[in-house]
């Protein structure tokens, strides 16, 4: 599975969009772009994830760059629940099935 | 849709004692589950891979004999730590893959904190 590189942490402020990149830059044709988060002591909960269109669920929005070795998580309208870490993993949908979990991104939320 | 269940949700034992841990998916069917380790602001580490009739796929350094898993339905997979001790104190969670895999991804139970005394 391709590595993905993630900033250690960020702020956003309550209300405002939360954008979380990723870079993904060895990433093959067949691998997708997953988001789990994992708010403290709690397992981690899937967000969202896409090969090479932009998705978007009632959770988050996720854009992939053209030539796909980046990518960004957005959190419309962020609230203080969602203080998490955010962790951006890529793999085959099938096959693989690992979910290879780096350090991810400590977002917090501030009111 | 989609839920994990664990149970315990935390366990405290003492020092060579056995620890059974369940994961459940409780309204899909999961052909493979998974469980993951997590030490203190550390990530989660994969522990094994478990297919539901056959033997765990263990990762490189988990005793497979100390950490039995046993993957006997679609909807039921446990962990049993055995002869625990202190440094298997750690935040146990469990994913699983639904059967129907709409795009491959796995849903995690709420993980058991075990304290090994």
């Known amino acids: 599975d391709a590595k993905t590189t993630q900033p250690p942490s960020m702020d956003c402020a309550e209300g405002r969009a939360a954008n979380l990149p990723c870079n993904h830059s060895?990433?093959?044709?067949?691998?997708?772009v997953y988001w789990y988060r994992q708010i403290h002591s709690q397992g981690p909960q899937y967000i969202i994830h896409?090969?090479?269109n932009n998705e978007t669920n009632e959770m988050a929005s996720l854009i992939i760059t053209e030539d796909r070795k980046s990518s960004t998580l957005i959190l419309p309208h962020a609230t203080l629940r969602d203080t998490a870490v955010y962790y951006c993993?890529?793999?085959?949908?099938?096959?693989?099935?690992?979910?290879?979990f780096g350090t991810g991104t400590r977002l917090t939320i501030i009111p | 849709g989609a839920v994990v269940s664990q149970h315990p949700s935390w366990v405290i034992c003492k020092s060579g004692t056995s620890v059974k841990i369940e994961c459940r998916s409780l309204?899909?069917?999961?052909?493979?589950m998974f469980w993951y380790r997590q030490f203190p602001k550390q990530s989660l580490m994969l522990m094994a891979t478990?297919?539901?009739?056959?033997?765990?796929?263990?990762e490189q350094g988990v005793e497979k004999d100390k950490f039995l898993i046993n993957h006997a339905s679609l909807t039921l997979s446990t962990l049993t730590v055995t002869s625990a001790h202190p440094e298997d104190s750690s935040f146990y969670i469990c994913?699983?893959?639904?059967?129907?895999?709409?795009?491959?991804?796995?849903?995690f139970g709420p993980g058991t904190r075990l304290t090994v005394l």
């Open positions: 896409g090969l090479k």
């Open positions: 478990s297919n539901e009739g056959s033997k765990a796929t263990y």
């Open positions: 309204d899909f069917q999961a052909t493979t």
């Open positions: 994913s699983a893959r639904p059967f129907s895999g709409r795009g491959g991804e796995q849903f």
């Open positions: 993993i890529v793999r085959v949908a099938f096959g693989n099935e690992k979910l290879t």
């Open positions: 060895t990433i093959s044709g067949n691998e997708y």
